[in-house]
């Protein structure tokens, strides 16, 4: 059967790579993934989903449906198509729908004598405003039992933790004056912004190995000789344990405001994302790495023990999930450059593309086929929640 399913993603290869193809000749951001949704939406309405467009208040947000009878496996399939500003698409996207796609078309086609369902949720905006938080909050993600994912990288393997992220703006406003004439009857809201910088080296010291605190001027204070009135900073805080990094988060509003007290001004605080760390389940990540040794995918490599932020996290915080990555550029290349961009369409990228619907609906195929595999699944999900909080 399985050799069957990858001969269906085969006979659409041609269609599948110009999709990915054509994204990556037309980038678009932040939640503006009009032409992207749009090519991905119609060819699963083409065949059989039924599709709805602009969920969770998103434009360029989906969710895709095949149903076969109202038992079995409920599979998630989330991809994402968004680019990055200036750069177009540094980061691999553009493969990851048309992959996503093709693996869940050909489960449809192939599968006949199992009850099952597949949702292909299309999340927008990863890079910026992280499509998949607006997509929880609306109650989405409720309707499937795992959630799978694929993503271009230099070396085939899947992830164990990534970082917690929450990010900050905070405006201090303090009083103008003449910074020679009247300096007496100014108040510095840069004062406030450098004192809330130092605060975060003191308390840089006293946190766990694992957090990092990142800072910087967003808006330039004005003219040295002004005492000025406005300034804004941005701040990220990231953790591999969500739990601990509140704690974190707690102190560093203290901070934030003990800088306008020693200051003499007032602050506004403003939270921006906030990502959650991933819940490992490494049977599903094994499974994912099983079906690459099967298909032949190149350059399988050990997990990667430890990554950066992503909505994906928060998703696993919820249902369990995996994300394969799949090799299409040289072991040690960086992501968001111009060597991803430059590769995007080569012959390895197209591969990519196709190696990844083939790990999907794979592993997808054995926990439809096996309900013993998807229950163990969710036990060890059960299990390591109450270890990666």
Not at 68 to 90: F, S, V
Not at 128 to 150: E, H, P, S
Not at 257 to 284: C, F, H, Q, W
Request: with cysteine.
């Amino acid at each position: 059967m399985k050799e069957n399913l990858f001969k269906e993603i085969e006979i659409e290869k041609k269609k599948l790579i110009e999709m990915s193809d054509f994204i990556f000749d037309n980038p678009e951001y932040d939640g503006n993934e009009i032409k992207a949704a749009e090519i991905l939406t119609k060819y699963l309405e083409e065949n059989g989903f039924q599709v709805e467009r602009g969920i969770a208040d998103l434009p360029t947000a989906f969710r895709a449906v095949y149903k076969k009878g109202n038992e079995g496996a409920r599979i998630g399939i989330l991809c994402e198509y968004d680019a990055l500003q200036g750069l177009g698409h540094g980061c691999g996207h553009h493969m990851q729908g048309p992959s996503c796609v093709g693996a869940a078309v050909a489960l449809k086609n192939i599968i006949k004598d199992k009850d099952f369902s597949i949702v292909v949720y299309g999340t927008p905006g990863e890079e910026t405003f992280g499509g998949k938080l607006n997509m929880l909050k609306a109650g989405y993600f409720k309707d499937i039992d795992v959630a799978l994912m694929m993503h271009g990288a230099p070396d085939t393997c899947t992830d164990i933790k990534c970082l917690a992220q929450s990010a900050f703006t905070v405006t201090y406003h303090g009083k103008r004056a003449h910074a020679a004439l009247m300096p007496e009857s100014g108040r510095s809201a840069f004062d406030a912004l450098l004192l809330s910088f130092q605060g975060i080296e003191f308390m840089r010291e006293h946190v766990k190995d694992d957090v990092r605190m990142h800072y910087t001027v967003k808006e330039l204070p004005g003219p040295e000789n002004v005492v000025p009135a406005r300034a804004v900073g941005k701040f990220s805080l990231r953790s591999f344990s969500r739990e601990y990094l509140d704690t974190v988060v707690e102190r560093f509003k203290d901070v934030i405001r003990g800088a306008a007290i020693m200051s003499g001004v007032e602050y506004e605080l403003t939270e921006g994302k906030a990502l959650d760390n991933k819940i490992p389940v490494l049977s599903l990540n094994d499974l994912f790495i099983k079906n690459a040794e099967l298909i032949g995918i190149p350059g399988i490599t050990k997990p990667r023990e430890k990554t950066g932020s992503t909505d994906f996290g928060n998703v696993m915080h919820e249902i369990p999930g995996s994300c394969i990555r799949v090799k299409f550029v040289p072991t040690g290349t960086s992501s968001h450059s111009l060597d991803y961009v430059n590769a995007g369409k080569s012959e390895d990228a197209h591969n990519c593309v196709i190696y990844g619907a083939k790990a999907i609906a794979g592993t997808a195929y054995d926990m439809i086929n096996d309900e013993k595999i998807l229950q163990e699944i969710k036990e060890e999900y059960i299990n390591n929640r109450k270890i990666y909080k």
